[in-house]
């Protein structure tokens, strides 16, 4: 039975059950319902093929950017590596499946155990290393993993790359747009759901309490270096995931995405969609997809624009521009990022007409 | 023996220009703790002013070279006034985010007016700076180079030693709200430090400029590679930012020459990663004492 009632503004609330619920009410909880069974149910079937391809980048994007989230956002270990993460995800996958011949089952989670081991090799500094040493350290370990992807090729297939197998999920053949939705839309719902409670837990309040004040935590009992670990670890598989259902999905890999500037484009994803907030990544990443697609829309109507072709190819390097700007803007007006604009939103709803 | 000797010679001069671009990078971790993502950017900038000025506009290059100056001069006190400003007081996270924010401004902003290719600076140093060893030559823009980084470094050993200015900015390094409450004006301490830092990197540009051409991808790429120099180097030393880039282009031109050309321009990142582990400070760097 549903609970629809008004509720007292301010912060009544009595029991650390209250305090700790996902959705304050269950109205929240049926929308979500809803929301993800007309997902499932009729976007598929409605939606064309390239709405399916921008979908399908969007949950990629997210399932990587909330585990960038969990990181910077929850533990406050700033990554500049993340990109690089994602392709090591990408490359694990497909040479389990191409030396291997492991199925996508199996390739892609251990894609993931992979990712989070070298993500943890680079978490080992931070032992020793706060703030700023820690994110110079990810920055080498995205030059250094950039590096191997190219320069390793009995491994990697240096700058060709490696084709990847057809996906196959136990029996079924994951091959158009609108299968893979699926697939990656219940990976995406799950990880969420797994980031959103471990947050809940004594590892996220941990990771809270990192990110406040690490000494502090440290005397309060919880032991940094295992926790940091942990959070690296967390991170990257998520950053691992994506980058195997990347590589599954766009079939072929070769190294030239995985460099820092996909490492700045996760963290615009946070940073625009809210540090320390789960719902935030999954704003953000769909933000910074739609702004992508956008960009290249432009720079695809110029170029059919007789007249002006010829500004559309100096047009590119401004996709670094806008970026680089949103991310500025963002920080300097809305430090809190979309996260904040829709809590606001949702405020001014509930209270209406009152101001407070 | 002669090929070790040019290895030598090119990884010291190599290391110097770092050890340069480090400089102006080091100056704004020593007057407001921020990490500079956008240094190398800041060097294109200044290069690529002084190539307008220089070869668009035609003028003289001695005014070329004093309008890039005051160009970057009050370039870095904009950036200053306008990003940084607003961030005073908030968590690092944020201003180290905005400085990579700002780096992809300016680089995106630079390969849509410059475009992507290697630009030339004309043919002005003199002939006589050429210098020659029996068998090993130094061509004249490394002498160059080592004359003008030289100067620059007494010119700001002098100015930090014994300015009222550098003695605030000092002061401001050190602790800030003791600084304040002595009446130091924080703020401006700020704007300056920022002015100064990318003058500096106006500086390098040029330099790194005259001896590879200018190309926004490799500039850019120096600014990052400023930061194994400064760690090794320690973040707040400015005669570590030197060391630390000497033995940084050492190892660089070593590696280049007798391992693998492609290994080049990871090693000093393997570096990093190992001087991090072993002394997280530098050779040269303050200890940070930390209490709750």
């Given at each position: 039975m549903l609970r629809l009632h008004f509720r007292p503004c301010g912060n009544y609330r009595e029991r650390y059950e209250q305090e700790m619920?996902?959705?304050?009410?269950d109205f929240g909880r049926l929308w979500m319902g809803v929301g993800i069974v007309i997902a499932l149910g009729v976007v598929p079937f409605l939606a064309s093929p390239y709405m399916l391809y921008i979908l399908n980048n969007m949950a990629i994007a997210a399932i990587a950017a909330v585990g960038l989230n969990l990181l910077?956002?929850?533990?406050?270990q700033i990554s500049l590596g993340h990109g690089a993460f994602v392709g090591v995800g990408a490359y694990a996958a497909a040479v389990l499946a191409t030396r291997v011949g492991l199925p996508f089952v199996v390739a892609v989670p251990l894609a993931g155990l992979v990712t989070a081991l070298v993500g943890m090799v680079f978490g080992i500094p931070s032992v020793r290393l706060k703030h700023l040493y820690l994110t110079i350290a990810t920055l080498a370990g995205q030059f250094i993993i950039e590096y191997l992807l190219v320069h390793w090729e009995s491994l990697t297939g240096g700058a060709e790359g490696i084709i990847l197998p057809e996906a196959d999920l136990l029996g079924l053949r994951l091959v158009s747009d609108r299968s893979f939705f699926c697939v990656l839309f219940l990976i995406f719902v799950f990880l969420t759901w797994v980031a959103v409670n471990l947050v809940r837990t004594r590892y996220g309040r941990a990771f809270v309490a990192i990110r406040d004040n690490d000494r502090a935590a440290e005397g309060m009992g919880i032991p940094l270096f295992r926790y940091k670990l942990l959070a690296f670890g967390i991170s990257s598989f998520y950053a691992g995931i994506a980058g195997a259902l990347l590589a599954f999905y766009t079939v072929s890999i070769t190294?030239?995405?995985?460099?820092l500037f996909l490492s700045i484009e996760y963290i615009a994803m946070i940073i625009i969609g809210g540090l320390g907030s789960i719902s935030g990544s999954v704003f953000g990443a769909v933000f910074i997809t739609l702004l992508n697609e956008s960009l290249s829309w432009t720079a695809e109507f110029l170029m059919n624009t007789e007249a002006l072709s010829r500004v559309a190819l100096t047009i590119a390097p401004l996709r670094e521009f806008v970026f680089g700007l949103i991310i500025v803007l963002f920080i300097i007006f809305e430090p809190r990022g979309l996260a904040e604009l829709w809590r606001i939103l949702r405020a001014s709803f509930r209270l209406w007409p009152f101001a407070y | 023996m002669e090929f070790f000797l040019q290895l030598l010679i090119n990884g010291m001069a190599l290391g110097f220009l770092y050890g340069l671009a480090a400089l102006g990078f080091v100056m704004i971790y020593k007057s407001s703790s921020v990490l500079n993502f956008a240094h190398g950017e800041l060097m294109a900038l200044g290069a690529f002013l002084f190539l307008t000025l220089s070869v668009w506009a035609g003028l003289p290059i001695p005014l070329v070279f004093l309008l890039t100056l005051a160009g970057s001069f009050a370039l870095g006190f904009l950036v200053e006034r306008l990003f940084l400003r607003p961030l005073i007081g908030e968590s690092l996270i944020r201003v180290i985010m905005l400085t990579v924010g700002l780096s992809a401004m300016f680089k995106g902003l630079m390969l849509f007016i410059f475009g992507g290719n290697l630009h030339n600076y004309p043919d002005f140093l003199p002939e006589g700076l050429n210098l020659r060893f029996g068998a090993i030559q130094i061509p004249s823009v490394y002498v160059a180079a080592f004359l003008m980084g030289m100067l620059f470094l007494g010119v700001f050993g002098y100015f930090f030693k014994y300015s009222s200015q550098g003695i605030y900015m000092r002061a401001v390094a050190d602790d800030q709200t003791a600084a304040l409450s002595l009446g130091v004006h924080v703020r401006r301490v700020f704007a300056l430090s920022w002015a100064i830092a990318a003058l500096v990197a106006a500086m390098s540009g040029i330099i790194l400029g005259i001896i590879n051409g200018i190309n926004v991808h490799e500039l850019s790429a120096i600014g990052l590679k400023v930061f194994p120099v400064v760690i090794l180097g320690g973040l707040d030393s400015i005669g570590g930012a030197i060391v630390g880039g000497v033995i940084i282009g050492l190892l660089e031109s070593f590696t280049g020459g007798y391992v693998s050309p492609s290994l080049r321009e990871v090693v000093p990142y393997i570096a990093l990663v190992f001087i991090l582990m072993v002394k997280?400070?530098?050779?040269f760097g303050l200890v940070e004492i930390e209490r709750v």
């Open positions: 619920t996902i959705f304050e009410t910077i956002g929850f533990t406050g190294p030239e995405p995985f460099t | 997280p400070y530098g050779l």
